[in-house]
Nanobody
Framework: QVQLVESGGGTVQAGGSLRLSCAASGRTFSGYVMGWFRQAPGKEREFVAAIHWSDGSTYYTDSVKGRFSVSRDIAQNTVYLHMNSLKPEETAVYYC????????????????WGQGTQVTVSS
C-alpha cells in the first residue's frame, strides 16, 4: 500500500524559504511521476511541480519557475520541494502525490496523495 508523508511546512515571512519533504513507501516508483500540488482555502487544487522518478526530468507551473526546485533522493524514497522567495499568495496546504507519467499537471493523473502540509507566508 502506497503511503506518502509530507513534512517541512510552517510559517515564513514573504521572501523566505522552506523545504518540503515527501517520504514515499509501499512500492517501487520507477516510471512514475511524483507531483506537488497546493490548495488554498476556497480555491481549486493547483499543480506546482513534478519530477519523473526514474530520469529526474522536472516540470513546473510558470509562477514558480526560477524560485522553486523539485528533487528526489532515490535511496531515501523521498521527494523534496525547495521553495524560495515565497509570496503571501502562496499560502496553502501543499500535497505530494504519485501517479502515472501522463498529463503531469493534472491532479486526476495521480493515484495516491499525502495528507498535506500547511505553508503560511506572512506579509
Amino acid at each position: 500500500q502506497v503511503q506518502l508523508v509530507e513534512s517541512g511546512g510552517g510559517t515564513v515571512q514573504a521572501g523566505g524559504s522552506l523545504r518540503l519533504s515527501c517520504a514515499a513507501s509501499g512500492r517501487t516508483f520507477s516510471g512514475y511521476v511524483m507531483g506537488w500540488f497546493r490548495q488554498a482555502p476556497g480555491k481549486e487544487r493547483e499543480f506546482v511541480a513534478a519530477i519523473h522518478w526514474s530520469d529526474g526530468s522536472t516540470y513546473y507551473t510558470d509562477s514558480v519557475k526560477g524560485r522553486f526546485s523539485v528533487s528526489r533522493d532515490i535511496a531515501q524514497n523521498t521527494v523534496y520541494l525547495h521553495m524560495n522567495s515565497l509570496k503571501p499568495e502562496e499560502t496553502a496546504v501543499y500535497y505530494c502525490a504519485v501517479g502515472r507519467f501522463v498529463a503531469v499537471r493534472v491532479h486526476t493523473s495521480y493515484d495516491y496523495w499525502g495528507q498535506g502540509t500547511q505553508v503560511t507566508v506572512s506579509s
